[in-house]
């Protein structure tokens, strides 16, 4: 019998294919697609640490446990991953040596490896070797099965391979401290750069006093998994903080290695890690493609990137003396990242000096490493204004950030609150209370994205500005909720997980199945994430069966096979990577000619649904409601970075038709914003 769920973390890779496929696009400007190899090997850096380190975990469990988990199935996927990582990194070193590199010498740029150094160059290297690189280094020597030291997560390491006898040398590359690449002195109109690993292998012979068979690199990645024991008894934010002091050794995942090393030093290795060949991933002979985002760019040509796309001004809110009195006359929406994120800024600032507001709430799972909402949360303190802030303190690898933005906060006089134990709160709310009339009224900031200035301008998503009842004096019913005021929040408008969302949206599919039925319009749009709950799936293809039509909009995983003869005919899906990352989630339903939309902070996946706090907001307003819907549209009609989404998962190009206009919504919505 067929699967009728495509395999979750295959799907994963399947997006990590198509952000490789930005790098070997022509279409991209050259240095965009260096970094589109470093979000391609970042994101595998993760995947590694988090989804594979989780599968591997099976092992330490007992046999009967193992079995009820379905062993065989879990080992076949991890066979699967390492088939499809080793393709894709095999496809990785094409673009990037077969294109990449020759393109950047038509433009003058030479990365050069160690036997291509110039007298002077060689000479300028040993002396940056002994300057700069020798005081970082750590050399051990491993025989048999004693000496090897603990390896770090993600740092990069020379296996020397002594000639004269069975022992190594275990040398570190210290690209942490120093910069991964090294620009050389260069002729007129070119510009040499060197790898670090490179300059180290140049000045092994000298720094080791062996004769070397050979020097190969490799990376571990570890176990990202926060070692929470239990999460409902004792001080979960004292069991973060150990953890985190603990996430750096956790147990090996992944070992890429130069493919070019001896299969008896890399059994070698196997052993003395505890890996199993599932653990092996063979590369090239330079790891840590996300230093990339910081490779040196000496020319002058600005084709070789991205064309400025400056957030632009909201023609309503830039306009507008009170951001509080423009929300009480009516909604209005942010585009992430074709509208400027400064509006959340002055609008925390505006309350800070509002004599008339009472308190500012908000919840933070994401701030920035420098954040203008953090100051501006504090200089609404300083106005002697109440302050409560929710921080997720179980957002991965935002932890440490999170708490000390709490620390920081909580020290300023703001009431904090953390994490429930076993959930996690994923919404993006910012509430403000202002005295009127002997009461009070709530102005609201309902958001798809976090609260980042950074993030801001490379995501896109939506945000409301809405001082409508219906919302915002729903949003303070999730504040109450979060501080423990109330069990539920029962809320007539708001959808919020894992409370009301998964049903209601059961609810709104099986209106569109009735409507079908009765002949009524019938569709649903989504654009989502990732699209992963076995339940949510298993109800869309029950849609499309009884005739409605489906259009999915899947950034990342989806588990829905579509188009399949007699399974979901009725549903197509497409994903778009481009420049900018498509991060919002959109809900739209036909219902019988009198459409629902809503904008959202959830996936439809078992975790955004069952162990997050989440909340979907309806569109009320009419103008909104268009502005976001055409948003959508536009996706829908992109060809030139729209993948189609089939049941293989393989990612062909939607293609254009013949005299089809050319659509790249990216481009086509900062256009539309900016009028």
Not at 495 to 506: C, G, I, N, R, S
């Amino acid at each position: 019998m067929q699967e009728r769920l495509y395999n979750r973390e295959l799907s994963w890779l399947s997006f990590n294919h198509r952000v490789l496929q930005e790098a070997q696009n022509p279409e991209v400007p050259l240095y965009e697609r260096l970094k589109f190899l470093a979000i391609y090997s970042s994101n595998l850096d993760e995947f590694f640490r988090v989804r594979v380190a989780a599968l591997r975990s099976f092992r330490a469990l007992g046999k009967n446990t193992r079995k009820e988990l379905d062993e065989a199935r879990i080992k076949n996927t991890l066979r699967l991953i390492r088939h499809t990582v080793e393709e894709q990194q095999e496809l990785f070193g094409r673009i990037f040596r077969g294109t990449l590199l020759p393109e950047l010498q038509q433009h003058g740029i030479f990365l050069l490896n160690a036997r291509l150094l110039s007298p002077g160059q060689q000479d300028f290297i040993e002396n940056y070797f002994k300057k700069e690189i020798l005081p970082h280094l750590q050399i051990h020597w491993v025989q048999g099965k004693a000496g090897l030291p603990f390896l770090q997560n993600r740092a990069l390491y020379f296996i020397v391979k002594d000639a004269d006898s069975e022992r190594f040398a275990l040398v570190n590359i210290p690209s942490g401290p120093l910069p991964r690449f090294i620009e050389l002195p260069s002729l007129e109109g070119r510009h040499d750069i060197l790898f670090i690993d490179d300059a180290i292998r140049f000045n092994l012979p000298n720094l080791l006093g062996i004769n070397i068979e050979g020097a190969y690199s490799i990376k571990l990645s570890r176990n990202a998994d926060l070692p929470i024991d239990d999460e409902y008894s004792g001080d979960l934010l004292e069991k973060i903080k150990r953890g985190l002091e603990k996430r750096h050794i956790g147990p090996p995942t992944r070992l890429l290695y130069d493919k070019e090393m001896p299969a008896s030093l890399l059994e070698q290795l196997k052993a003395l890690l505890e890996l199993n060949k599932n653990d092996l991933i063979p590369g090239a002979a330079n790891h840590n493609f996300n230093d990339f985002f910081d490779f040196p760019n000496p020319s002058s040509d600005t084709s070789l990137v991205y064309p400025p796309m400056p957030p632009l001004p909201h023609p309503v809110l830039d306009q507008a003396k009170s951001l509080l009195d423009c929300m009480k006359a009516g909604d209005n929406v942010l585009h992430y990242p074709y509208h400027k994120f400064d509006y959340v800024i002055r609008l925390i600032r505006e309350a800070a000096e509002d004599p008339q507001v009472e308190f500012v709430k908000i919840t933070v799972y994401r701030a920035a490493s420098r954040s203008a909402v953090v100051d501006a949360l504090q200089y609404a303190l300083s106005k002697g204004k109440k302050a409560t802030v929710f921080i997720e303190a179980k957002a991965r690898f935002d932890e440490e950030a999170n708490l000390q933005w709490g620390e920081q906060l909580k020290a300023s006089g703001a009431d904090v609150h953390y994490s429930y134990p076993g959930i996690k709160v994923h919404a993006k709310i910012l509430l403000i209370g202002r005295q009127e009339d002997g009461v009070i009224r709530h102005y609201a900031y309902l958001s798809t994205g976090n609260f980042n200035e950074k993030t801001s301008k490379i995501y896109a998503d939506h945000a409301l500005l809405s001082a409508d009842p219906r919302l915002a004096d729903e949003a303070a019913r999730v504040f109450d909720l979060l501080e423990r005021k109330i069990i539920l929040p029962d809320c007539k408008n708001l959808l919020v997980a894992p409370f009301t969302l998964k049903d209601k949206l059961e609810g709104l599919i099986d209106k569109e199945i009735a409507n079908a039925k009765a002949g009524l319009p019938a569709y649903i749009l989504l654009k989502l994430n990732s699209l992963e709950e076995p339940a949510m799936v298993e109800k869309l293809y029950e849609a499309g069966q009884a005739g409605v039509r489906i259009k999915l909009i899947i950034r990342g995983i989806c588990c829905l096979k579509p188009g399949v003869p007699g399974l979901s005919d009725n549903i197509e899906a497409i994903s778009i990577v481009d420049r900018f990352l498509e991060h919002a989630r959109i809900y739209l339903f036909a219902s019988g000619g009198d459409e629902r939309l809503y904008i959202a902070s959830a996936d439809w996946m078992k975790r955004n649904l069952h162990r997050r706090i989440e909340v979907a907001i309806p569109i009320y307003d009419v103008e909104v409601f268009r502005q976001i819907k055409h948003i959508f549209e536009l996706q829908w009609q992109d060809n030139c970075r729209a993948r189609v989404l089939n049941a293989e998962q393989d990612n062909p190009m939607r293609e254009r038709g013949e005299g089809a206009a050319r659509v790249r919504a990216q481009e086509e919505i900062y256009e539309g914003v900016r009028g």
